[in-house]
């Protein structure tokens, strides 16, 4: 069975569009559904990627095809300069593919070393606060109001008690363990790491600034929900606060 080469130019092909057209047709929707609007975001990249692996794959294939069909040819023969000709689609993919691995090397280990390093500083600094539905909260000493979520921890500044009231700051809480249960933090990751692999690409950028407008939508829907009706306010006007801070 010979490899279809045909594939490669439709993976292509699929890749291009995915990249061209999900900035625009994507962009700005599904803010009644956030959870939708980021499972077709990152489907639509997963299948980008899945194409260009594909068409790796085939190159590949059609490489030791095109090793066979030359070993079994005379040399200088029809059959051989042809299956020469054919050979160099599936070599010019993978040069590109083994050009892009080493990009790929080249802009993650700057981001690896970074991490290495502000990580064990962040986890000296924070000091066990209060413990939120089962979620560490973990207090940094930082004169402003600031609430991010982690993996599996909360982590506010010291400050943010003395700025918001007791609704407030429980409604920070809800708003913060919301990315904890939807798992934002892994998700935001992934789209900035794709953003780093591609930074030329207007769909990674899409992308990155989609998943963290999404994943605030969630993140507001989940403490409404738990905060009550009475209480949802508070969301606001925690919001107030932090509009020039991170939350």
């Given at each position: ?50 194409a260009?692996?594909?068409a ?10 095109t ?7 005379l ?12 050979s ?115 769909a ?18 989940y403490?409404?929900r ?9 969301l ?12």
């Amino acid at each position: 069975m010979s490899a279809p080469i045909l594939l490669i130019p439709i993976a292509l092909e699929w890749v291009l569009l995915i990249t061209t057209l999900a900035p625009v047709a994507l962009v700005g929707r599904f803010n009644t559904r956030p959870r939708l609007g980021l499972a077709i975001w990152f489907g639509s990249l997963l299948s980008a990627g899945l194409a260009t692996g594909l068409a790796l794959v085939v190159a590949i294939w059609s490489y030791f095809d095109t090793f066979v069909a030359l070993e079994a040819s005379l040399f200088g023969d029809s059959e051989w300069f042809m299956a020469l000709a054919v050979s160099f689609g599936p070599w010019l993919a993978l040069l590109l593919g083994g050009v892009s691995l080493v990009l790929v090397q080249q802009r993650l280990e700057p981001l690896v070393q970074t991490a290495r390093q502000i990580k064990p500083a962040v986890d000296q600094a924070k000091q066990p606060l209060l413990n939120f539905m089962g979620t560490p909260v973990f207090a940094i000493d930082l004169p402003f109001a600031y609430a991010v979520a982690g993996r599996r921890e909360i982590m506010v500044s010291s400050a943010l008690q003395n700025v918001l009231n007791t609704d407030a700051f429980a409604a920070v809480l809800w708003h913060e363990l919301g990315h904890v249960r939807g798992r934002h933090f892994g998700l935001k990751k992934l789209a900035r790491l794709v953003r780093v692999l591609s930074p030329t690409m207007a769909a990674s950028k899409a992308l990155v600034l989609e998943v963290e407008r999404l994943c605030e939508v969630v993140a507001d829907d989940y403490a409404v929900r738990n905060l009550g009706n009475k209480k949802a306010p508070a969301l606001e006007s925690a919001r107030a606060i932090f509009k020039d801070s991170a939350f």
